[in-house]
Antibody, heavy 123, light 106 residues
Framework: EVQLVESGGGLVQPGRSLRLSCTAS????????MSWVRQSPGKGLEWVGFIRSKGYGGTTEYAASVRGRFTISRDDSKSIGYLQMNSLKTEDTAIYYC??????????????WGQGTLVTVSS | DIQMTQSPSSLSASVGDRVTITCRASQSISSYLNWYQQKPGKAPNLLIY???SLQSGVPSRFSGSGSRTDFTLTISNLQPEDFAIYYCQQSYSAPLTFGGGTKVEI
């Protein structure tokens, strides 16, 4: 059974950093692209960024709203994906979902979703 | 960036109804269009991928159609468990983008 479990969320002050983890199981983690998607309270879904599988270059892409502040990485040996969030703003407050694509590139659907982890940015 | 526009933003329906939700892309995305269902307090769930392919385990009353810029999600014979928010999403090019969502209410 495919499982994605996010961790690392919590309350953080504006300007500080936080790292989210996504622990995967039930599939060969390194074969698939991973995206992070967030949802602000009561709002819609916003794609944050993704990382391709190593077979597709392992490169990343980001939404304009987080580019330069957020970094996505992966440790295929541990089946864990990461979202490093720096210079956090109040508008980054959201539930952050880890998702798995159907294939190694981004041009495929988000087949699996974690349960999400809440990040609250507030002083 | 490709903008995804869903309509309506909400609709009221009854059990047994046929419901249609539309999604329009600001430029051609071929068939790189996916649909998700989200229930309160839960993560979204993939329903339809590549515009018209039904995800495994999803009831056949859900169907998708369209290509290039105009897409539809149809729910035939609406069931109580179908009351939720539905999102379209394009996977044609980065940044990946979602529609604003359609809330299906009783």
């Amino acid at each position: 059974e495919v499982q994605l479990v996010e961790s690392g969320g919590g309350l953080v002050q504006p300007g500080r950093s936080l790292r989210l983890s996504c622990t995967a199981s039930g599939f060969t983690f390194g074969d698939y692209a991973m995206s992070w998607v967030r949802q602000s309270p009561g709002k819609g879904l916003e794609w944050v960024g993704f990382i391709r599988s190593k077979g597709y270059g392992g490169t990343t892409e980001y939404a304009a709203s987080v580019r330069g502040r957020f970094t996505i990485s992966r440790d295929d040996s541990k089946s864990i994906g990461y979202l490093q969030m720096n210079s956090l703003k109040t508008e980054d407050t959201a539930i952050y979902y880890c998702t798995r694509h159907k294939g190694g590139g981004y041009d495929s659907e988000l087949c699996y979703w974690g349960q999400g982890t809440l990040v609250t940015v507030s002083s | 960036d490709i903008q995804m526009t869903q309509s309506p933003s909400s609709l009221s329906a009854s059990v047994g109804d046929r419901v249609t939700i539309t999604c329009r892309a600001s430029q051609s995305i071929s068939s790189y269009l996916n649909w998700y269902q989200q229930k309160p307090g839960k993560a979204p769930n993939l329903l339809i991928y590549a515009a018209s392919s039904l995800q495994s385990g999803v009831p056949s009353r859900f169907s998708g159609s369209g290509s290039r810029t105009d897409f539809t999600l149809t729910i035939s014979n609406l069931q109580p468990e179908d009351f939720a928010i539905y999102y379209c999403q394009q996977s044609y090019s980065a940044p990946l983008t979602f529609g604003g969502g359609t809330k299906v209410e009783i």
